[in-house]
């Protein structure tokens, strides 16, 4: 691959993973401990994430387990979960913080495929400004001591990249569609 097209590859696959990341975070009716990656909680004065204070695991395939290495974790692990936007009172046993996820209603699951579809869109918006910022960046060229096919056939190089990470995109966002809405 070209060198000067390599930058862009990089930043299309940076968005990629992105979504990818978001994409984890959304439930699908199944307990996911990705639901967790931003909840933060206060660690002797530092926000840290429940997965470094904690072992979380899925016992059960709509329950997360949450049990701290140290017991005076509990209780702020606790106010983290309801204080973010998960939408689940977390039960705490004295041990282990666990979290039972409810089965999605048909309204709900819809409204997560409106949510996956709009990160995807966002995700394609980011893809083609990049494609814009590379097709610019080679129109600078000109005059330069790159010869104008050179600069053509960057810029068809650029687009057939975008048009494959759109493809992953749309196959992405379909694949997440797909598992929210099975029961």
Known sequence: MNEKLKVYDTKMQKT??????????????????????????????????????????????????????????????????MVSDLGINPTNDGTAVRLIFPELTEERRKELVKDVKKKGEAAKVAIRNIRRDGNDAFKKLKGSDVSEDEIKNLEDELQKMTDKYVKEIDSAVEVKSKEVMTV
């Open 16 to 81: 990629m993973d992105s979504l990818d990341g978001e994409m984890g975070t959304i439930r699908a009716g199944r307990a996911n401990p990705n639901v967790l990656n931003r909840i933060m909680v206060d660690y002797y004065g530092t926000p840290t994430p429940i997965q470094q204070v904690a072992n979380v695991s899925v016992p059960e395939p709509r329950m997360i387990q949450i049990q701290p290495w140290e017991k005076s974790m509990l209780k702020v692990i606790e106010k983290a979960i």
